[in-house]
């Protein structure tokens, strides 16, 4: 295929805009791909900006979600005109990625589109979503149940933390939200949050454990929010860590962990084997389908438009998911 085709590419020093490429110019893969959909994640926006250390090696195509139709593989499991998505698995880290007309992708993370799913549906749920459903795959794991009491989502208007209001209340668990954003107070109780909570303002308390308010927690956030979040969660309960939009550090002691036994667990949606990311979609489209994906997506662009959403992320100001259009 001499085809050429337009993406988003990545440079060190940092320098990032559409290009035109041909297949030459982007990674091997068993399967190649049209790309119809991409999405905007937080490490898209650090990505794109410069301003995280996300890519291993440059240039590289960014985007960490993909959806389209198998134009070729080398791989039987897959034919061409097959609908399948990728998220994470290295897109933009240390392979190219979504923000491309064509790609070629490992067959090892390639999931089949579930049938329920739209590729459109599938990017307006992308990594974001996947994040929320490993969650509370996670914390139902460790013996979460929504008769221990709520869960808490910080971050909450963000893409993580809508699909999480959306999935954990579809699950039937009592979803509370904190938010930067009090004007959003309707949008989140529209998804399902029954009570939000703004982040201003928001004092946690200094001794080891302070008065536990939620059975569990959905973190987005990291730092004196996840710290603060410790001392606030039921015996038992458990935190999926997941993000770091407000900080990195940690400063908390042993005392809720061997005195109310809650755990502490981190969320690496990247990196998820196969059979758990494969279920994981199946959740997604069937029983954890999300209720409210036509209100999360809150836009959709194109390649053209994704400096302008990265800088709005960058800067806090996410509302729900982004989808691209690609191609
Ligand atoms: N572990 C994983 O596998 C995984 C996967 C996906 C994402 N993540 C991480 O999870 C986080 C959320 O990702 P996302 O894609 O949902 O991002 P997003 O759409 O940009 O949402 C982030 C949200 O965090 C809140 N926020 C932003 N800056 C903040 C600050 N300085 N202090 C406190 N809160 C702040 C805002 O919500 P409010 O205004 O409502 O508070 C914002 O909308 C990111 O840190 C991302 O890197 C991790």
Redesign the pocket.
């Given at each position: 295929m001499n085809e050429t085709f337009r993406a988003f590419r990545i440079h060190e020093p940092h320098r990032a805009g559409i290009e035109t490429l041909t297949l030459g110019d982007i990674n091997d893969g068993e399967v190649t791909v049209r790309v119809a959909y991409s999405s905007v994640?937080?490490?898209d926006?650090l990505a794109g900006t410069g301003t995280g250390k996300i890519l291993r090696r440059f240039p590289l195509v960014g985007g960490i979600d993909l959806a389209g139709h198998v134009v070729a593989s080398r791989d039987p499991r897959f034919r061409e005109g097959d609908p399948i998505l990728v998220t994470g698995s290295g897109l933009s880290e240390h392979r190219d990625g979504g923000y491309s007309e064509l790609m070629r992708v490992e067959a090892a993370w390639v999931v089949p589109l579930p049938p329920n799913l739209s590729l459109r549906e599938a990017m307006g749920i992308g990594?974001?979503g996947f994040?929320a459903a490993l969650s509370l795959w996670r914390m139902l794991a460790a013996g979460q149940k929504p008769d221990m009491g709520p869960i808490v989502v910080?971050?909450?208007?963000?893409?993580?933390?809508v699909l999480a209001i959306d999935i954990f209340t579809r699950a039937g668990f009592e979803v509370h939200a904190?938010?930067?954003?009090p004007d959003?107070i309707e949008f989140l109780t529209s998804l399902g949050a029954q009570q939000c909570i703004s982040?201003d303002g928001l004092y946690f308390g200094q001794r080891p454990m302070e008065s536990a308010t939620w059975a569990g927690a959905v973190d987005?956030?990291?730092g004196e929010?996840l710290s603060g979040l410790t001392r606030m969660i039921k015996p038992w309960g458990s935190i999926a860590s997941?993000?770091?939009?407000?900080g990195t550090s940690l400063h908390t002691t042993v005392m809720p962990f061997i005195i109310r036994g809650i755990s502490l667990i981190g969320?690496?949606?990247?990196g998820t084997p196969y059979p758990i990311r494969s279920d994981l979609w199946q959740r997604l489209a069937n029983e954890w389908r999300p209720r409210h994906l036509d209100r999360i997506i809150t836009e959709e662009v194109t390649l053209d438009d994704l400096p302008t959403v990265f800088q709005r992320?960058v800067g806090?100001g996410?509302?729900g998911r982004t989808v691209v259009k690609v191609s």
């Open positions: 994640n937080y490490k926006a990594t974001a994040t910080t971050g909450a208007t963000g893409g993580v933390g904190i938010t930067g954003k959003q982040r987005n956030v990291g929010m997941c993000g770091l939009a407000g969320i690496n949606s990247s992320l806090g996410g509302r």
